[in-house]
């Protein structure tokens, strides 16, 4: 940008020519905002721009300009809550054509825009924690950052899943063929099937400028093909915030539950025994040391079996209340095997029974957590729908600390909860008259308040996505994709106690509920 030029510090508008006391023409407003050259020249700027952190460099914009987020909003055609967001972290430049898009509306030099975002060096000593909640983590340092040849995939630590690394053989594709990317295999890629451990093999392409990236299970990619067949690494498998959470959920429950198998196969059948009373349960866990994710599962196990134990006492068609906030939570709907049999055991009965399911998720889970966490929070709202369970989300933070329970008002309630909990899980029946008014009045607020109400599961599912930030055109695209696929061959799962059903029937369901939607294939050069 010439030094001569500036911007309106009430609209935007970028004046060519500047006169000392000069007003702008469109809104009659003065003064104008400089931007000098060497701001381009900073080193936090240049580096901001190149790792594709728009906030920031927005952030840096508006500072050394003085503009509003109004301002700024005006210069590129978008709402002032749209750069509130940005700058919070919560919205992210999905891809170089929007980044071009800012590049022109803010004046950046064009030689600092590259084709794929570069990490920041303080992005990669920094923990998960710091990198904000858009999981910008795994765009710039995880899967848009592979390089050629073996490597890792670096999948980050949550509350309970523990960090995982991945092995990795990326290849670029030889050619397009079909529905996938064609890799040629050879020595590397046969070794890379025979891998004991969970290992990708991954297929790259540029296409429109940027290098993309296409995963694959290895054994999946060669261990059932001829010797020297070549490798298709279908374009339903692209790395983004949808198959990465898919990737982090899988491989961090697999570790987390074959690391305890042994302990597991003690400890499972001691689930069925919760209407006894739960310390026979905790006694034993307190004898183990186990992963948080296996604690997660024997905590799941126990909830589901007593509430099944105990559902006909109730009697009518009970509303649940459940504590999942982030996707780490609710993936377990998704991936643990009991959960899709216990949802369908537990659906309504009859259409618009009244029944359905209660989250509460503050904005402030929202903006806390990454992009493909929200992801897997919304497939599990959306498996729930698909087994016809109505769905309501409050985001009143005064009721998160609620425990899980099943209520029939005016009969009684199963309080069942091992999200968030100490130990496994507490559960116990009553039908004590103030416990269950509490949770009426609960449930009550949540269905009148909800922020994804709607008599329709179409609409539920839409305000779900808009309340989590996420794209629902690219979410109807997506989950057709892996709906024709399937996930299996992208996160097979090795323990016994996990699945993809759960998911695979997620992603349908948001394909039908959402139309249609060509699944669009990448440019073939």
């Known amino acids: 940008?010439?030094?001569?030029?500036?911007?309106?510090?009430?609209?935007g508008t970028l004046l060519s020519r500047f006169n000392a006391g000069a007003r702008c023409s469109p809104c009659q407003r003065t003064p104008v905002a400089r931007v000098d050259p060497a701001f381009w020249h900073d080193v936090v700027v240049?580096?901001?721009v190149s790792a594709w952190e728009l906030g920031l460099v927005?952030?840096?914009f508006r500072k050394h300009t003085g503009l509003s987020q109004a301002a700024v909003?005006?210069?590129?055609?978008i709402d002032q809550a749209e750069v509130s967001r940005l700058e919070r972290g919560l919205k992210g430049v999905r891809d170089r054509r929007q980044l071009l898009q800012w590049a022109e509306a803010l004046g950046v030099p064009v030689e600092l825009t590259g084709p794929l975002p570069t990490a920041r060096p303080e992005s990669q000593e920094r923990g998960h924690e710091d990198r904000g909640g858009d999981g910008g983590g795994a765009d710039s340092t995880g899967y848009l950052a592979l390089s050629e040849g073996p490597g890792q995939l670096l999948l980050p630590g949550g509350r309970n899943i523990a960090t995982t690394a991945l092995p990795v053989l990326a290849l670029p594709a030889v050619s397009f063929h079909g529905n996938g990317l064609r890799l040629a295999t050879g020595r590397d890629t046969d070794a890379w099937s025979r891998m004991p451990m969970r290992a990708l093999i991954v297929a790259s392409r540029v296409v429109e400028g940027m290098k993309r990236h296409f995963a694959l299970d290895a054994r999946w990619g060669v261990s059932e093909r001829p010797a020297g067949a070549k490798v298709d690494v279908p374009v339903a498998y692209e790395l983004d915030d949808l198959t990465y959470g898919i990737l982090w959920a899988v491989a961090g429950f697999d570790a987390a539950l074959l690391g305890d198998d042994g302990a597991l196969h003690d400890l499972l059948p001691l689930t069925t025994r919760a209407h006894e009373g739960p310390d026979t349960l905790r006694d034993a866990l307190g004898q183990r040391e186990l992963t948080d994710g296996s604690r997660m599962l024997l905590g799941s196990e126990t909830c589901a079996r007593y509430i099944l134990s105990q559902r006909d006492r109730l009697g009518g068609e009970p509303v649940f209340w459940t504590r999942e906030q982030r996707g780490e939570e609710a993936a377990t709907w998704l991936f643990f095997k009991h959960k899709l049999d216990y949802l369908r055991r537990t659906a309504p009965g009859r259409p618009g029974s009244g029944s359905g399911r209660a989250f509460c998720v503050p904005s402030a889970a929202v903006s806390t957590s990454p992009s493909y966490e929200r992801v897997l929070l919304f497939l599990a709202m959306a498996l729930m729908e698909s087994c016809g369970i109505r769905t309501w989300l409050t985001d009143d933070s005064?009721?998160?600390q609620t425990d899980g329970f099943v209520l029939v008002p005016g009969h009684g309630a199963i309080i069942a909860t091992w999200v968030r909990s100490e130990g496994a899980s507490n559960v116990a029946l009553t039908a004590r008259p103030h416990t269950l008014r509490s949770f009426?009045?609960?449930t009550a607020h949540a269905s009148h308040h909800s922020v994804t109400g709607s008599q329709t599961p179409e609409h539920r599912l839409a305000a779900t996505a808009e309340y989590l930030e996420l794209d629902r055109a690219w979410l109807a695209r997506r989950c057709r994709q892996l709906a024709l696929e399937g996930t299996a061959r992208l996160a097979s799962p090795r323990s016994r106690?996990?699945?993809v059903d759960g998911l695979d029937t997620a992603c349908r369901y948001v394909a039908d509920q959402f139309g249609a939607v060509p699944a669009q294939q990448i440019p073939t050069r």
Not at 1 to 11: E, K, L, N, P, Y
Not at 73 to 77: G, K, M, Q, T
Request: charged share 30%; aromatic share 4%.
């Open 73 to 77: 909003a005006r210069l590129v055609n």
């Open 497 to 499: 106690h996990l699945s």
């Open 46 to 48: 240049r580096e901001a």
């Open 1 to 11: 940008m010439d030094g001569g030029q500036r911007r309106c510090a009430g609209c």
């Open 58 to 60: 927005v952030r840096l």
């Open 440 to 442: 009426a009045e609960v």
């Open 398 to 400: 005064s009721y998160e």
